[in-house]
């Protein structure tokens, strides 16, 4: 079988690893901001996060292209100051997955975090803990069911990730060629039995990655249950 | 204990405002405050735990400042070193009994293990009778235990008084009786200040050395007597 077609899918499980690594602590951190903080602009701050899921990803990679491209605010002054270039790179293409795969990670947090009674945060603060206990010994633990749903929605969001990816990421094979991407470009050439084993080996990851969520979830409510 | 309280607190919810403007001092060893459903008393009793944050005031424990608004004193609640039982208890549901009661004797970022052995958390399972059910949940607990379990974890640190939100408003009226019983005959046998709130007058006339009386956020004039309260 095509070997490239194994670089794909390395590659499109990296990326969407690492995008999935960052929303995790993005997505918490902001989650428990919204669910427990009271400040000004705190449901437009949400609605801003949440445009992401709505919006074109094709317009999302445009506004990346603004931001992180050669000529971007951001973008330029990453080049001047370090040489650093994400266009066109694999690195890109996680900035990409975690900027579409994000609001997954954010509603499921806050919905997780709102649903913590602040009871038991209040009652572990006079047994003596510091914030950060409190968030790691009750809030966190009694939230993460829900955090976890969502955190693997965001990975098979940030799996199947294509339009704002090809933006900023391109299409090099080997480099920046994610399945997705892939099988698009198979299709486009013509390569007929390329694309049947891309898209096999995409479908068949998906389910592999939907029973071990299932697996997982189960383990987890067992655990709770025990 | 002497127990200084000033205090003033506005609270906005749900398009509410709510004053709490209490001012009182008790040098007695068993406080019960009572008042009405609604009349400030939870906040009152989370603003003495410092879980809840006056606007401006004193309160004083012992003649030791916690808070003082004036001289920007704000101790946080895991330093006041009260036991709180919470109306509804508050039990850390994923953790079973053992873990509940140990939970503030461990510090750090990580709770204490399922069988962790803490000798003061195997002295209170057995003083309250609850060796038997110490690797089961919150949820497998029968209210009573709950609230053993409750007064345990908030008893095992050794704090310098206890707060008591409504303790047995959550029970069922048999229940309550055997519960006000046992209640008692700990206080007796430890020793140890106490604060209580509630809207029970059963409570107050059993509990209160010295009783005070709270309506809508202002400490009044107490009852006499249990009597005079069920006339309220």
């Given amino acids: ?226 | 204990m002497s127990l200084d309280v000033n205090i003033h607190k506005r609270v906005n919810s749900a398009g509410r405002s709510f004053e709490l403007d209490v001012h009182f001092r008790t040098d007695a060893r068993r406080t019960v405050i009572y008042g009405p459903s609604g009349a400030g008393k939870s906040l009152m009793l989370q603003a003495i735990a410092g879980l809840l944050r006056p606007d401006s005031g004193r309160i004083a424990f012992d003649g030791e400042a916690l808070f003082d608004s004036d001289a920007a004193v704000d101790q946080p609640a895991r330093a006041r070193g009260f036991g709180y039982l919470f109306q509804d208890y508050a039990l850390f549901p994923l953790l079973n009994v053992r873990q509940n009661i140990g939970f503030g004797l461990q510090r750090g970022w990580f709770n204490p293990g399922r069988h962790a052995a803490q000798e003061a958390v195997d002295r209170w399972l057995h003083a309250f009778e609850l060796t038997e059910v110490a690797a089961l949940r919150p949820h497998e607990l029968s209210g009573g235990q709950c609230q053993r379990t409750a007064l345990a974890r908030a008893l095992v640190n050794e704090p310098r008084a206890l707060l008591l939100d409504e303790p047995f408003s959550a029970l069922d009226p048999e229940l309550r009786g055997r519960m006000r019983d046992e209640l008692q005959a700990l206080l007796d046998r430890i020793d140890i200040p106490m604060l209580m709130i509630t809207h029970d007058p059963d409570d107050l006339s059993r509990f209160g050395e010295a009783r005070l009386m709270l309506r809508d956020g202002r400490i009044v004039e107490p009852p006499r007597s249990a009597a005079a309260v069920a006339n309220l």
């Fill in chain 1, 1 to 226: 079988m095509d070997s490239s077609a194994w670089i794909a899918l390395a590659l499109s499980l990296k990326v969407a690893g690492c995008a999935t690594a960052l929303n995790l602590v993005l997505g918490v951190g902001t989650g428990w901001l919204l669910a427990r903080k009271r400040f000004p602009g705190r449901e437009l701050l949400d609605a801003a996060l949440t445009l992401p899921m709505v919006l074109p990803p094709t317009v999302l990679g445009y506004y990346l292209l603004v931001v992180i491209g050669k000529r971007g605010w951001l973008g330029a002054w990453l080049y001047e100051t370090f040489g650093m270039q994400l266009i066109f790179t694999w690195q890109g293409a996680v900035i990409a997955a975690t900027l579409v795969a994000f609001p997954l990670v954010l509603k499921a947090a806050r919905a997780a975090f709102e649903g913590v009674d602040p009871q038991l945060e209040r009652a572990a603060r006079v047994l003596g803990l510091g914030e950060w206990a409190v968030f790691l010994r009750v809030t966190l633990p009694m939230a993460w069911n829900g955090i976890l749903a969502g955190v693997l929605l965001a990975f098979a969001r940030a799996l199947g990730e294509f339009g704002a990816t090809l933006m900023v990421a391109g299409s090099i094979p080997g480099k920046t060629q994610t399945l997705s991407i892939a099988v698009y470009e198979a299709v486009q050439a013509g390569q007929d039995s390329t694309a049947n084993t891309l898209v096999l080996i995409t479908s068949i990851t998906c389910i592999a990655v939907l029973l071990s969520s299932g697996r997982l979830s189960q383990a987890r409510s067992a655990k709770v249950m025990r």
